[in-house]
């Protein structure tokens, strides 16, 4: 990774806080380099190796892009959009939002196996088109992240009744007679406010705006659902997914950490999201799973879960839950494909090896000293 000379600002903290000394800029990306080696094949395809199909999904495909872009790697980012685009979107991006799950079948053939699509996924592939085609200067990679911005308005963006525009977590199976089901963890603030930059005439301000009432709604003890429902009237359980949250809700607190102090909605979703600060000063950890409706924890969470708290325990102030958990991810022997996502956005973050800007735009560190915030 090519880095600029020179030290960083202060450390993203509140604005009460002052950091004591600059912070040096990161070294090489240790974390990084073993995630490719890892998981991704030489044509591109992100692996894993957790499941039985060892699959490939739109959502890991998507990580993988904005890794090589904060890496400022255009050749790997080249490579894993291309396997995207042909085994995901059937060759035609400008007309297809990718498929979700791409594997191993029962007859052993690799294939697509489940079309319906996946809008975290196509989140973050937009944004990485978006930011890629503005931080390399490459004005094709921009018109491809607008076409997804288009695809996914048309699909997947509806209005529910006396809420507003939301985005659904696909383009099927997500309404019913009596409900919509939505997934917290697929609107990160900052990203929509990039959409919102790059496309205001579309519904992404109001998305984002609309993102921090629905988490506010939906956590009333400060936890954060995986899946919840709107049922025309109110925020409540979905009663095919249930009330807990896990493994998707923990990227919540992540994106909520990442956000930059100028957002004008940051206090309001840390404030609304305050639980698991409250759970690890009364014992210690994470819970793996949380009732969000009375904030009972079961199980341990594993060490992919503290390296997404790291940026949201910076962002409120809570600097001896912090350390600790700095400790478990430092600790971590060898970990899964998710849990090596969480700690590349944690601790990449935390290193600042990136950080994003009130507008949501990407800030490097090879571009940027360090991703000072400006």
Known sequence: MRL????????????TVKAAAPVACPGPWREWRSFVQRHIDTDGRVVDFANKDLRSTSESQSYALFFALVDNDPVLFDRVLGWTRRHLSAGRPDLNLPAWLWGRDDSGQFRVLDPNTAADGE???????????????????LDAGRQMLALMHKAEVVQL????????????GFIRADRWTLNPSYL??????RFA???????????????????EASAPVGFAPDWLAWNGKAFVTDPDKGDAGSYDAIRCYLWAGMVDPADPLRRRLLQGLSGPAGMLRAQGHMAEKVQVRN??????????F????????AASGQPAALK?????????GDLNYYERALVLFGKGWMDRRFRFSADGRLLPAWSTPCSANT
């Not at 990160?188 to 406010?193: D, E, N, T």
């Not at 005439?201 to 705006?209: F, H, L, T, Y």
């Not at 600790?324 to 971590?332: C, L």
């Open 123 to 141: 989140l973050w592939i937009a944004y990485a088109l978006l930011e890629a085609g503005r931080l390399w200067k490459r004005p094709g990679l």
């Open 324 to 332: 600790a958990q700095q400790a478990r991810v430092a600790s971590a």
């Open 197 to 215: 930059a790059v496309d205001p005439k579309g519904p992404w301000a109001r998305v984002a705006e609309r993102s921090v009432a629905l988490l």
């Open 295 to 304: 904030g009972v924890g079961t199980g341990t969470a594993p060490a992919g």
């Open 306 to 313: 503290a390296a997404a708290l790291l940026p949201y325990l």
């Open 161 to 172: 009744p006396g809420f507003g525009p939301m985005l659904l977590p696909g383009r099927s």
């Open 4 to 15: 600029l000379a020179g030290t960083a600002a202060a450390a993203l903290v509140p604005a």
């Open 188 to 193: 990160p603030l900052f990203v929509l406010r």
